[in-house]
């Protein structure tokens, strides 16, 4: 587990059985047993829509960094 990943709010990386390959809050894999899938980008929009950061099946960065001005 990445050390950011010990800060991470997501109660996926406490479980044993979590139910997704990646978290959605720091992209860090919380279950290697789940199979990584190519998600569309309908889907990738549904989860930035969400609230998600990362994608949970493939571990894409969802959200756009911001720019500096």
């Not at 969400?50 to 960094?65: H, T």
């Amino acid at each position: 587990m990445r050390q950011d990943a010990l800060l991470c709010p997501n109660l996926n990386h406490r479980r044993s059985d979590a139910p997704v390959r990646f978290c959605p809050s720091c992209g860090d894999v919380v279950n290697d047993k789940v199979t990584s899938i190519r998600c569309a980008s309908t889907n990738h929009d549904a989860r930035r829509r969400g609230g998600s950061i990362f994608c949970v099946d493939c571990g894409e960065r969802l959200a756009k960094a911001l720019s500096a001005r």
